[in-house]
């Protein structure tokens, strides 16, 4: 042990648990999956009416597959595994339900699950009468613990088994639109060669062509290790595999280990044509892979995803009210928070990388979502799913000025001077580690106001009135509440008012001064900002106003006002 290294063992029993390496060959020597890159869309096959359903403690009624499959086919899924018919009526009722004419889409195919049974084989083929394109999906377990424990198998036996219940399915199909694909449960954890002799038999049985090719569906059933294990089994199936032109190479990958998705990404490198997996991840314990992210993460690669997610929250929505599963806020893409910063500096550079972007746009004559994107810790635009820039940047403690700015630039249209951005960010920095919450945005407004615009009563705007006189000239007159009566001329409206604060012995100077013309954010009000120097100290106030000259005069005796109490009342 290092001496900078000063863990302690855990205690815990982890020599009950064996690498994968112990538990599965790896024949791979050599592999080809590290240098490639994804440069197209595999075909993503949804299973959420099958393996998220059978996961769910209330399977979905039909209404809610109908919406799910309805889903499917709108956002552009053109293979959806709807069921295992023979397990329930449920399953088998809703595979009646699209067997109906035009229920189906004419450029979809659905596919049904089936165990190895001939009772339960039957049953499946029963229910597809009809359907115009249909894949039966056949899965036995083949690795040793299932052979052994669950099933009571040998290889041979089982290797039998499946033969059998195959050949079934061929002449079930005979003259029917129907082609076949075959799951090797488990495969991951299962003999390399056992797979090749199943899957290339299999291949053989039923014939496969190029123009009808088979599916062999390699899963993850259980994910046991790293993802480039994955990759090496799959890459050794894609080079082994039997008429590879005639099959078509598939990964089901699950998420115990939570590397689901980069066990999809690692297994299309290594030759696999087609993804199993549910919206979001749902499925048996940790989910299956979440198609979603992984289509999601091609786009960000700039690849079409082939799925349309433009409005990845109407999806949500569906898929949430359809597995009665919520979708954790930092899910990939589509979680409430995945779009937001709270903190500072992130803000501060999503800020800058936001203006940068727009002004990008504007210099190629494109629309800014057209533009190419790179914008700071935004790996895509949130607008190309349907999100806002609303969320983008929320305030809480954990804040800096830029997303204080930013909120009140985007909500209300203050440009804020960037002195008076470092001043404003401790006023709200108190407010957030007083309460510990996050401000929204009309919070925002309503502290800067309080602080800025209206500080206390001392100058109440009824008293002072600011004139231009002659051109050029400005006059300030206040009819103080005391009886006093004040009078300052100026070549401004600020002059003037400081004129006018001196005469009634509180001179100030004015450092900084900027504003806005009126705009809709703010009810038609113009603004201004004023720093001023008032007895050796200096303060920021706010005016606002019909007209810029108006609010620069209410700025500058707000931030008069905001210095100690003196004699101008
Ligand atoms: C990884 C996966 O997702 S696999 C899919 C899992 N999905 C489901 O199980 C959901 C739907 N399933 C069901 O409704 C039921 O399990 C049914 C209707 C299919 C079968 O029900 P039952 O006949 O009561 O069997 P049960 O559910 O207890 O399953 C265990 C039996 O199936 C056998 N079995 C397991 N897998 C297979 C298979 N692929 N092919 C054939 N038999 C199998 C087991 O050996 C066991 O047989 P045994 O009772 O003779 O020991
Ligand atoms: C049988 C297959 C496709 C499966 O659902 C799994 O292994 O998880």
């Given at each position: 042990m290092h001496h900078w290294n000063r863990q302690r063992p855990?205690?815990?029993?982890?020599?009950r648990y064996r690498p994968a390496h112990e538990r599965v060959?790896?024949?791979?020597?050599?592999?080809?999956?590290?240098?490639r890159r994804i440069t197209q869309a595999p075909l993503w096959v949804p299973v959420d009416l099958r393996d998220g359903n059978q996961a769910l403690a209330e399977p979905m009624d039909p209404a809610r597959k109908r919406l799910m499959f309805d889903l499917m086919t709108r956002i552009?899924?053109?293979?959806?595994?709807?069921?295992?018919?023979?397990?329930s009526r449920l399953d088998h009722d809703f595979v009646r339900e699209l067997a109906?004419?035009?229920?189906?889409?004419?450029?979809v195919t659905v596919v049904v699950f089936t165990a190895a049974r001939d009772d339960l084989i039957d049953r499946t083929f029963a229910s597809i009468e009809g359907i115009p394109r249909a894949v039966v999906h056949l899965y036995t377990a083949t690795a040793p613990t299932w052979r052994d424990?669950?099933?009571?198998?040998?290889r041979q036996e089982l290797r039998g088994t499946i033969l059998r219940a195959a050949s079934r399915m061929a002449r079930l199909a005979e003259g029917r639109p129907v082609r076949f694909e075959f799951s090797p449960e488990v495969f991951n954890l299962t003999e390399p060669d056992y797979v090749l002799e199943v899957c290339n038999a299999l291949t053989a049985l039923w014939d496969?062509?190029?123009?009808?090719p088979v599916i062999h569906n390699l899963p993850a059933t259980v994910e046991i290790a790293t993802p480039n294990v994955y990759a090496d089994q799959i890459e050794y199936m894609h080079r082994h595999l039997d008429r590879r032109d005639a099959v078509i190479l598939s990964v089901h990958p699950h998420n115990d280990r939570g590397t689901g998705v980069a066990c999809a990404e690692l297994a299309v490198l290594a030759g696999a044509q087609r993804v199993e997996g549910c919206l979001f991840g749902n499925g048996e314990r940790t989910g299956n892979v979440d198609l979603a992210t992984l289509a999601l993460n091609l786009y960000a690669q700039g690849?079409?995803?082939?799925?349309?997610?433009?409005?990845i929250d109407g999806v949500r929505r569906v898929v949430e009210h359809c597995n009665r599963l919520p979708v954790p806020?930092?899910?990939?893409?589509?979680?409430?928070?995945?779009?937001?910063?709270?903190?500072g500096t992130h803000q501060d550079a999503i800020s800058k990388g936001l203006a940068h972007h727009a002004k990008r746009a504007a210099e190629l004559g494109v629309p800014p979502e057209q533009a190419p994107w790179d914008v700071p810790?935004?790996?895509?635009?949130p607008a190309d799913v349907g999100?806002?820039?609303?969320?983008?940047i929320r305030v809480n403690s954990q804040s800096g000025k830029g997303g204080i700015a930013y909120l009140l630039r985007t909500r209300y249209g203050l440009e804020l001077p960037r002195r008076l951005q470092i001043d404003f960010s401790a006023v709200v920095q108190q407010a957030t580690d007083d309460t510990g919450a996050e401000v929204t945005a009309e919070e925002l407004w309503r502290l800067f106001h309080a602080t800025y615009?209206?500080?206390?009563?001392?100058?109440?705007?009824?008293?002072w009135r600011v004139e231009?006189?002659?051109?050029g000239v400005h006059a300030c007159t206040a009819d103080l509440p005391s009886g006093r009566h004040l009078h300052g001329t100026g070549d401004g409206p600020l002059p003037a008012v400081a004129a006018a604060l001196a005469a009634g012995g509180t001179p100030v100077d004015v450092i900084t001064h900027a504003e806005q013309p009126p705009a809709p954010e703010r009810d038609g009000s113009a603004v201004a900002y004023v720093e001023a120097r008032v007895d050796g100290a200096t303060y920021w106030g706010a005016g606002l106003a019909a007209t810029p000259a108006e609010a620069s005069a209410r700025a500058l005796l707000a931030a008069t006002a905001r210095a100690e109490p003196r004699s101008t009342t």
């Open positions: 855990s205690g815990m029993p982890y020599h060959e790896l024949p791979l020597a050599e592999r080809a999956w590290p240098a552009g899924f053109k293979e959806i595994e709807i069921g295992y018919p023979s397990a109906a004419p035009g229920a189906v889409p004419d450029d424990v669950v099933l009571g198998q040998d496969a062509a190029p123009d009808r690849v079409d995803p082939m799925i349309d997610f433009s409005d806020e930092r899910h990939p893409y589509v979680g409430d928070l995945v779009h937001t910063a709270f903190s810790y935004l790996p895509i635009d999100r806002d820039y609303q969320a983008v615009v209206t500080p206390g009563e001392r100058f109440p705007p009824g008293p231009e006189d002659t051109p």
